[in-house]
T-cell receptor, first 114, second 115 residues
Framework: AQSVTQLDSHVSVSEGTPVLLRCNYS??????LFWYVQHPNKGLQLLLK??????LVKGINGFEAEFKKSETSFHLTKPSAHMSDAAEYFC????????????FGTGTRLKVLA | NAGVTQTPKFRVLKTGQSMTLLCAQD?????MYWYRQDPGMGLRLIHY???????AKGEVPDGYNVSRLKKQNFLLGLESAAPSQTSVYFC??????????????FGPGTRLTVL
């Protein structure tokens, strides 16, 4: 079955230190992958997406993610955390060509310490 | 351009009551979706629609019905609410594209409590 696994339910970092949020997927085909962010009591906002054009994808607010097919991973990183990055982050996969349904990870809540 | 809007933002129901959640989008998108979000479970697809007049079941459809009478609107109905339906409900839409990727645009959510 196609799926996506976010390896950490909670991550805490200090302001100004790097952020790493981990995501692994399973797919029989070359997937499309997304990261969304949800701030408290808000809807979901697209951070970035992988669509096979380039393995290193840059998104908004300084985030980026690297698609590694050999590791079936799509980890989200940011060099320096800001207090405003505190939110929940979802990794999402569209597992195969011709479908449009998202499969969501269970989310990672990022806490940024002053 | 309002994007995806949801009505109402909050609602409290008693067990057995019915209600309808309205989703509207002004982006002329073909596809629309209803999700529920529960702690630790991410978002789960309830129902979706690939065009006006069509609907289909998602991952967790039981206890819900939907209708897509107009392209821009997607309604989610609860005929007899149960406490297990306490959740945050999100609507999303996406365009019909020939590409593999298909970004979904989300509404702000409806927080529903069933007592």
């Amino acid at each position: 079955a196609q799926s996506v696994t976010q390896l950490d339910s909670h991550v805490s970092v200090s302001e100004g230190t790097p952020v790493l949020l981990r995501c692994n997927y399973s797919s029989s085909y070359s997937p499309s992958l997304f990261w969304y962010v949800q701030h408290p009591n808000k809807g979901l906002q697209l951070l970035l997406k992988y669509t096979s054009a380039a393995t290193l994808v840059k998104g908004i607010n300084g985030f980026e993610a690297e698609f590694k097919k050999s590791e079936t991973s799509f980890h989200l990183t940011k060099p320096s955390a800001h207090m405003s990055d505190a939110a929940e982050y979802f990794c999402v996969v569209i597992p195969s060509w011709g479908t449009y349904k998202y499969i969501f990870g269970t989310g990672t809540r990022l806490k940024v310490l002053a | 351009n309002a994007g995806v809007t949801q009505t109402p933002k909050f609602r409290v129901l008693k067990t057995g009551q019915s209600m309808t959640l309205l989703c509207a989008q002004d982006m002329n998108h073909e596809y629309m979706y209803w999700y529920r979000q529960d702690p630790g479970m991410g978002l789960r697809l309830i129902h979706y629609s690939v065009g006006e007049g069509t609907t289909a079941k998602g991952e967790v459809p039981d206890g819900y019905n939907v209708s897509r009478l107009k392209k821009q609107n997607f309604l989610l109905g609860l005929e007899s609410a149960a406490p297990s339906q306490t959740s945050v409900y999100f609507c999303a839409s996406s365009p019909l594209t020939s590409g593999h990727y298909n970004e979904q645009f989300f509404g702000p959510g409806t927080r529903l409590t069933v007592l």
